[in-house]
């Protein structure tokens, strides 16, 4: 509550009452009530019965002031005895004062429920608050600091925030004080605290400097569950990475695994032909040696075809183990070059089963893409290969698998499309996850594998759709 200031500038006038010894009213200055003369009035018939009486009492000394009222208005009044004869009364009239009274009464609940309030702010609030001197000695800390550091106030009244920080600390803490005291305040300051059970805590603090009374507020929150929770998560989060890393190492083992088993099966048929001739000219050998007249001509055609054969032959395996060499750093490759060493893998899988392969180069502004080229022909060749089996799977006769590629200045793109009946709905989001396969002897891992090599090794896109009736494959690379 604001005091009325103009309330002062109306301070009253005193009356004197002069009276004789029968209480009659001898004399007045200032008036009492309205203009009305009360001279030759006894005091009984000008106040009331209470007022009265307490005039009397303070006139027998039984009093040293009273305070009366006399209609609107309250008087204090004092007494002289001036002679036998004479005797006065001064009445100062105390209305306003009595005004100011009430409201610096009022200003003064207010203060105190002000303070009630902001102590139970003070002790309810779920973080430590303390108000320090400028030596950083505690003069004030709510419940909250006490519990946190486990001291009394009383006990508090006789540390300091300075002595409260492990020893590691005590310069930084000094430090914060000076520096709060000089720039007004600081925020977020760390350290670690010593309780007075010796149990360290991490603390963050804010200080701010009251100017005017000389005096810090300090606010402190506990953050070693904080801390601890950092760690454990960070601990948690190596811990999950190190078993990606080697889940993922295990799923690239597995992969290679897959894929060696499709290129056995491969090798199976790429070579079955061959051998099936070498055991034919084996057998016609036998017959030409049989013969008296030796055709040398002959044994040289022979001798062209097993080398012909024997030629195919470790060009397979040469294929196969380049396909498993791996390369560790990035190199420029052409794209076009290594669809073909893919195909060539599988190539009479595909001509066994009636499959034709159409590779088509809409623009090739460039073909070449920085990576490892390995782990690209080993995605071209599980595209090609689940083409294949769709294709053999839906006993598609005509099957062709179309491989466009296009570029311009920045990206190059393959698309692989099949004609093998594409992929149910429900399954296009799984085919990417591990394991996904829909096939009896499936591993499930090659376009998991084939994701993560375009899309993490190359930092491409690789996407799958059904197209036509098949399904098709992007994958957008970008060069360089
Ligand atoms: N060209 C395709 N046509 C139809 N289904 C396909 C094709 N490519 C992949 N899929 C589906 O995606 C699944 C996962 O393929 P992949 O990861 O290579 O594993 P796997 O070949 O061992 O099954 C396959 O089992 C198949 O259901
Ligand atoms: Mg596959």
């Known amino acids: 509550m604001i005091l009325d200031a103009n309330i002062l500038k109306k301070l009253p006038k005193t009356i004197i009452l002069e009276i004789d010894k029968q209480n009659n009213i001898i004399d007045c200055s200032g008036q009492l009530i309205d203009k009305r003369s009360i001279k ?41 005895q001036e002679s036998d004869q004479n005797n006065i009364f001064y009445l100062y009239d105390i209305t306003k004062y009595s005004d100011i009274q009430i409201q610096l009464k009022q200003s003064l609940n207010d203060l105190t429920s002000k303070k009630e309030e902001l102590q139970a702010v003070f002790d309810l609030a779920a973080n430590g608050i303390s108000i320090l001197d400028k030596d950083g000695m505690f003069l004030y800390a709510n419940k909250f600091f006490q519990d946190m550091m486990g ?55 804010s200080l701010s400097y009251l100017k005017s009374i000389g005096e810090l507020v300090m606010i402190t929150s506990d953050i070693t569950e904080d801390i601890q929770y950092q760690d454990k998560l960070k601990k948690q989060v190596e811990i999950e990475v190190a078993k990606r890393t080697e889940q993922y190492e295990v799923m690239c083992h597995q992969s290679r695994l897959a894929a060696m088993g499709e290129m056995i099966d491969s090798i199976a048929h790429q070579w079955r032909q061959p051998l099936n001739g070498l055991g034919i000219i084996v057998q016609g050998l036998r017959h030409l040696s049989n013969q008296k007249d030796f055709d040398f001509e002959l044994l040289k055609e022979i001798e062209t075809e097993i080398m012909e054969k024997i030629t195919f032959m470790s060009q397979t395996i040469d294929d196969f183990s380049t396909f498993f060499r791996i390369t560790k750093q990035k190199e420029i490759f052409n794209v076009l070059t290594n669809i ?141």
């Open 151 to 205: 001291y009394t106030m009383e006990e508090l009244h006789l540390e300091s925030c300075i002595s409260l920080s492990t020893n590691k600390y005590t310069q930084a803490s000094k430090e914060a004080v000076k520096k709060a005291i000089k720039h007004g305040s600081i925020q977020n300051f760390r350290k670690v605290c010593i309780t007075k059970s010796g149990i360290h805590i991490n603390a963050k603090m």
């Open 40 to 80: 030759n009035n006894n005091i009984k018939d000008i106040f009331n019965f209470d007022s009265y009486n307490k005039l009397i009492a303070l006139k027998e000394q039984q009093e040293t002031t009273v305070t009366i009222q006399c209609h609107t208005k309250e008087y204090e009044v004092h007494f002289i």
């Open 340 to 480: 073909n060493d893919a195909i060539r893998l599988i190539d009479v899988q595909l001509k066994a089963n009636n499959i034709n392969i159409d590779i088509n180069i809409k623009n090739n502004e460039s073909l070449n893409i920085l990576g490892f080229a390995n782990e690209f022909r080993q995605v071209m060749l599980n595209m090609i290969h689940n083409a294949m089996t769709a294709i053999i799977d839906t006993n598609q006769k005509n099957g062709l698998i179309s491989i466009d590629i296009d570029s311009n200045k920045n990206n190059t793109y393959i698309t692989i499309q099949d004609n093998g009946g594409g992929i149910k709905e429900e399954y296009l989001e799984k085919v990417f996850d591990p394991y996904f396969t829909t096939k009896d002897k499936g591993s499930g891992i090659g376009l998991y594998m084939s994701k993560i090599i375009i899309e993490h090794h190359m930092k491409g896109r690789l996407n799958v759709k059904n197209e036509k009736n098949g399904v098709q494959f992007l994958i957008s690379l970008r060069q360089g």
